[in-house]
C-alpha cells in the first residue's frame, strides 16, 4: 500500500511537472487541479508513513519541498482558476516551473538516494 502511494505520488509529480513544462495547465485545467490536490493527498500520507526512520536532514529537506509544492500548487490553482492575462499567467508558470523541479528532485533525492 506504501509502495502505491509512493509510486503514484511520483507518477502524479512527473504529470504536474510535464503539464507545467509544456504549458498545458490552462488547456488541461481539470485533470491538472486534480493532479496538484492528489499529490497534496498522496504527499501527506507519504510523509507520515516515510517518517519513521527518516535519513540525516530529510525533515528540514521535507520542510522546503513541501514549502515549494504548496507554492506550485497555488499557481496551479491560479492559473486555472483566475483568469488572470496571459502575460501574468506565463509568468506564474515559470515561477511554478522551477520551484516544480526542485521539488521533483527534492522528493527523488530523500526518497531514492538518501535511504
Ligand atoms: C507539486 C507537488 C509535488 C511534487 C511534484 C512532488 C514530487 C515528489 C517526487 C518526485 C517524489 C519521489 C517519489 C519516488 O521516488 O518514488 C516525492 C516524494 C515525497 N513527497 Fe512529494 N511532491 C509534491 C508534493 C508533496 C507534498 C505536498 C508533500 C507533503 C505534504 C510531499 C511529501 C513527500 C514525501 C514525504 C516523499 C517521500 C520522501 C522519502 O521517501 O523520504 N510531496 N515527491
Do not use: Q
Not at 503514484?8 to 490536490?37: N, V
Not at 501527506?44 to 514549502?67: C, D, Q
Not at 482558476?81 to 502575460?87: F, I, K, L
Request: with cysteine; net charge positive.
Amino acid at each position: 500500500m506504501n509502495e502505491i502511494v509512493l509510486y503514484s505520488h511520483l507518477a502524479l509529480g512527473l504529470a504536474l511537472l510535464a503539464a507545467l513544462a509544456t504549458g498545458k495547465i490552462r488547456a488541461w485545467r481539470g485533470a491538472s487541479m486534480a493532479t496538484a490536490l492528489l499529490l497534496a493527498l498522496t504527499g501527506a500520507f507519504n510523509f507520515m508513513t516515510r517518517m519513521s526512520g527518516a535519513p540525516k536532514g530529510w525533515h528540514a529537506g521535507m520542510g522546503i519541498k513541501v514549502l515549494l509544492a504548496l507554492h506550485v500548487i497555488g499557481m496551479v490553482f491560479l492559473i486555472t482558476r483566475s483568469g488572470a492575462d496571459a502575460v501574468k499567467a506565463a509568468r506564474w508558470r515559470k515561477g511554478a516551473l522551477v520551484s516544480c523541479v526542485l521539488v521533483v528532485l527534492i522528493g527523488l533525492y530523500f526518497s531514492n538516494m538518501a535511504r
